[in-house]
C-alpha cells in the first residue's frame, strides 16, 4: 500500500502546484503595469512552481499526466510571451502580446471563418486530397512498371526540387486568381513525398515473406492488398502528416501571388502592410490550430491503422 500511497500523495501535491502557480502567474499578469518589482517576484514564483509541477506530471503515467505536462507547457510559453511583451513594453509592432491577439481572434472572427473557408476548406483539402491520391497512384504504377520508375522519378526529383514561390505565380496565370490556382500548388507539393514513401514502404517488405506469398499461389494484386500495403502503412501515413503541414503552407504563401479579396495569405499580406499585427498574428494562430488538429487526427487513425508496429506496441507497454 505504501507505494499506491506514496503516488496518491503525488498526484494531489503535483495538481495543488499547477493551481497555485497558475494563481501567482494570473496575479503576476494583473499587476505588471502597476506595482514595479512585485509583479516580477509573483511571477519568479509561479515560473518556479510551474515548472516543479510540470516535472512532477512528466514522471507520471497516467492519461491526465500525459495532458497536463504538454498543456502546461503551453500555457507557460504563452504566459512568458504576454509578460515579456506587456513587462517589457516591447513595441505592438514587432511582437503582440497573446492577449491582444485574442481580442483580435474575437473582434474579428467572422473575417477570420471566411479566409479559412478560402484557404483551407477549399485550396488545402482538395490539394492535399488530389495530390496525395496521386502521388499513391504514381507509387503503385512505378512499383508495376520498371518503365515508369526511370521516366517518374527524375521529373519527380526535378518538381519536389522547384521553389513554391516560382510556382505559386505560374500556378496563378494558369488557373486563374480563385482556390484552383492554390490547390494546384498544393498538389505539387504533397504528390512526390506521397510517391517517394510510399515506394519506400512497399520496397521494405521482405523478399522471404514475398516468396511465401507465391508458394500459397497468391498474385502480385493479393501480394500486395495482403502483405505489401499494411507493411507499408507506416510510411504512408508520415507522408500524409508531412504533407498535413506542407498543404497549408503552400495555399497561404499561394494567396501572397494573386487571390481574391478573402484568404488566409490574403489576409496576411494586406494587414501586414497596414501594420495591424494583431490580425496577422491572430491569422497565423487559425493557422496552426488547424493545421494541428490534422495532424493530430492523422496520428490518431494510424494508431488504429498501424496498431500492429512495434513503436505503438511499446508506447502502450
Same mark, same amino acid.
Given at each position: 500500500?505504501?507505494?499506491?500511497?506514496?503516488?496518491?500523495?503525488?498526484?494531489?501535491?503535483?495538481?495543488?502546484?499547477?493551481?497555485?502557480?497558475?494563481?501567482?502567474?494570473?496575479?503576476?499578469?494583473?499587476?505588471?503595469?502597476?506595482? !514595479?518589482?512585485? $509583479?516580477?517576484?509573483?511571477?519568479?514564483?509561479?515560473?518556479?512552481?510551474?515548472?516543479?509541477?510540470?516535472?512532477?506530471?512528466?514522471? !507520471?503515467?497516467?492519461?491526465?499526466?500525459?495532458?497536463?505536462?504538454? +498543456?502546461?507547457?503551453?500555457?507557460?510559453? +504563452?504566459?512568458?510571451?504576454?509578460?515579456?511583451?506587456?513587462?517589457?513594453?516591447?513595441?505592438?509592432?514587432?511582437?503582440?502580446?497573446?492577449?491582444? +491577439?485574442?481580442?483580435?481572434?474575437?473582434?474579428?472572427?467572422?473575417?477570420?471563418?471566411?479566409?479559412?473557408?478560402?484557404?483551407?476548406?477549399?485550396?488545402?483539402?482538395?490539394?492535399?486530397?488530389?495530390?496525395?491520391?496521386? !502521388?499513391?497512384?504514381?507509387?503503385?504504377?512505378?512499383d508495376r512498371s520498371p518503365?515508369?520508375?526511370?521516366?517518374?522519378?527524375?521529373?519527380?526529383?526535378?518538381?519536389?526540387?522547384? $521553389?513554391?514561390? !516560382?510556382?505559386?505565380?505560374?500556378?496563378?496565370?494558369?488557373?486563374?486568381?480563385?482556390? $484552383?490556382?492554390?490547390?494546384?500548388?498544393?498538389?505539387?507539393?504533397?504528390?512526390?513525398?506521397?510517391?517517394?514513401?510510399?515506394?519506400?514502404?512497399?520496397?521494405?517488405?521482405?523478399?522471404?515473406?514475398?516468396?511465401?506469398?507465391?508458394?500459397?499461389?497468391?498474385?502480385?494484386?493479393?501480394?500486395?492488398?495482403?502483405?505489401?500495403?499494411?507493411?507499408?502503412?507506416?510510411?504512408?501515413?508520415?507522408?500524409?502528416?508531412?504533407?498535413?503541414?506542407?498543404?497549408?503552407?503552400?495555399?497561404?504563401v499561394a494567396e501572397f501571388?494573386?487571390? $481574391?479579396?478573402?484568404?488566409?495569405?490574403?489576409?496576411?499580406?494586406?494587414?501586414?502592410?497596414?501594420?495591424?499585427?494583431?490580425?496577422?498574428?491572430?491569422?497565423?494562430?487559425?493557422?496552426?490550430?488547424?493545421?494541428?488538429?490534422?495532424?493530430?487526427?492523422?496520428?490518431?487513425?494510424?494508431?488504429?491503422?498501424?496498431?500492429?508496429?512495434?513503436?505503438?506496441?511499446?508506447?502502450?507497454?
Open positions: 500500500m505504501a507505494p499506491v500511497a506514496r503516488e496518491n500523495q503525488r498526484g494531489g501535491s503535483q495538481w495543488i502546484m499547477a493551481a497555485a502557480a497558475l494563481l501567482f502567474c494570473t496575479l503576476a499578469r494583473t499587476n505588471v503595469d502597476s506595482f !514595479g518589482t512585485v $509583479p516580477w517576484i509573483m511571477a519568479a514564483i509561479g515560473l518556479v512552481l510551474l515548472v516543479t509541477a510540470m516535472s512532477l506530471f512528466a514522471r !507520471g503515467d497516467t492519461r491526465a499526466d500525459r495532458l497536463a505536462s504538454p +498543456i502546461l507547457f503551453g500555457l507557460l510559453v +504563452i504566459w512568458l510571451w504576454e509578460m515579456l511583451a506587456v513587462g517589457l513594453h516591447v513595441p505592438f509592432v514587432i511582437l503582440p502580446p497573446p492577449s491582444a +491577439i485574442a481580442r483580435a481572434i474575437w473582434r474579428s472572427a467572422a473575417v477570420l471563418r471566411i479566409d479559412f473557408e478560402q484557404t483551407y476548406l477549399h485550396s488545402v483539402l482538395a490539394g492535399y486530397a488530389i495530390g496525395c491520391g496521386a !502521388g499513391f497512384l504514381l507509387a503503385l504504377g512505378i518503365f515508369l520508375q526511370r521516366g517518374l522519378t527524375p521529373v519527380g526529383n526535378l518538381v519536389s526540387a522547384m $521553389p513554391i514561390i !516560382g510556382i505559386a505565380p505560374i500556378m496563378v496565370m494558369w488557373f486563374g486568381f480563385g482556390w $484552383p490556382s492554390k490547390a494546384a500548388v498544393v498538389v505539387l507539393m504533397t504528390v512526390f513525398p506521397m510517391l517517394v514513401n510510399t515506394r519506400a514502404g512497399l520496397a521494405a517488405t521482405d523478399a522471404m515473406e514475398r516468396d511465401l506469398m507465391r508458394t500459397y499461389a497468391a498474385g502480385y494484386w493479393q501480394t500486395l492488398v495482403r502483405l505489401r500495403l499494411p507493411a507499408a502503412m507506416p510510411m504512408i501515413f508520415n507522408a500524409l502528416k508531412l504533407n498535413s503541414t506542407l498543404a497549408l503552407i503552400g495555399a497561404v501571388f494573386g487571390t $481574391p479579396i478573402r484568404g488566409m495569405g490574403f489576409r496576411i499580406s494586406t494587414e501586414a502592410a497596414r501594420m495591424n499585427l494583431d490580425i496577422v498574428w491572430a491569422t497565423i494562430a487559425v493557422a496552426a490550430v488547424a493545421g494541428s488538429l490534422s495532424f493530430a487526427v492523422l496520428v490518431s487513425v494510424e494508431r488504429r491503422v498501424t496498431f500492429w508496429h512495434p513503436s505503438l506496441r511499446s508506447r502502450r507497454r
